[in-house]
T-cell receptor
Framework: NAGVTQTPKFQVLKTGQSMTLQCAQD?????MYWYRQDPGMGLRLIYY???????DKGEVPNGYNVSRLNKREFSLRLESAAPSQTSVYFC?????????????FGPGTRLTVL | TQLLEQSPQFLSIQEGENLTVYCNSS?????LQWYRQEPGEGPVLLVT?????EVKKLKRLTFQFGDARKDSSLHITAAQPGDTGLYLC?????????????FGSGTQLTVLP
């Protein structure tokens, strides 16, 4: 099992360009998440999808859109990239039960916006 | 916004020393997790604690959940260079959604040989 995979691993964009970050999981989890990680700030939730067909905003959703394509795949789109979106982006998945939310993370996408 | 505070932010120690890192909140956790993240990788779950006063051990790592479920600690005995990494605590709150984990900013641990 590959777990959670993300593409691309690295990306450099110019201000105003758009791109989509891809995420897939093979653990049959219902819930999927997108986080960004900035120095000294831990991980902040951008969007999540509790189940196929649903998406909800997290702590920092502005400037992003998501699509839960099917149970396996959850993509994050930057429509018009800004330097403030330079960050490391992580996708995660979990099966929430009895209040537990043990998440499995992908290896991350390192995005630089010039 | 419910906050998690971790301390210390940075810790550099010699191989063989013991250390403790802390995670605190003013709100009650439903559950709390500890993750370890190595450079260039995503966080990896170490443990989940849910019961106040709970203690869990993972080899040389001991995790404790406070009686009031507002704080937790991670103690490492006889640290080794392989323990180097960013240690993150993350929790779901009693007053919030189980689907949203709140992360602390992490403790960057360096163990020198």
């Amino acid at each position: 099992n590959a777990g959670v995979t993300q593409t691309p691993k690295f990306q450099v964009l110019k201000t105003g360009q758009s791109m989509t970050l891809q995420c897939a999981q093979d653990m049959n989890h219902n819930s999927m998440y997108w986080y960004r990680q900035d120095p000294g700030m831990g991980l902040r939730l951008i969007y999540y999808s509790a189940s196929e067909g649903t998406t909800d905003k997290g702590e920092v959703p502005n400037g992003y859109n998501v699509s839960r394509l099917n149970k396996r795949e959850f993509s994050l789109r930057l429509e018009s990239a800004a330097p403030s979106q330079t960050s490391v982006y992580f996708c995660a998945s979990s099966e929430v039960s009895s209040g537990y939310n043990e998440q499995f993370f992908g290896p991350g996408t390192r995005l630089t916006v010039l | 916004t419910q906050l998690l505070e971790q301390s210390p932010q940075f810790l550099s120690i010699q191989e063989g020393e013991n250390l403790t890192v802390y995670c605190n909140s003013s709100s009650v956790f439903s559950s709390l997790q500890w993750y370890r993240q190595e450079p260039g990788e995503g966080p990896v779950l170490l443990v989940t604690v849910v019961t106040g006063g709970e203690v869990k051990k993972l080899k040389r790592l001991t995790f404790q959940f406070g009686d009031a479920r507002k704080d937790s600690s991670l103690h490492i005995t006889a640290a080794q260079p392989g323990d180097t990494g960013l240690y993150l605590c993350a929790g779901t709150f009693s007053s919030g959604s189980a689907r949203q984990l709140t992360f602390g900013s992490g403790t960057q641990l360096t163990v020198l040989p």
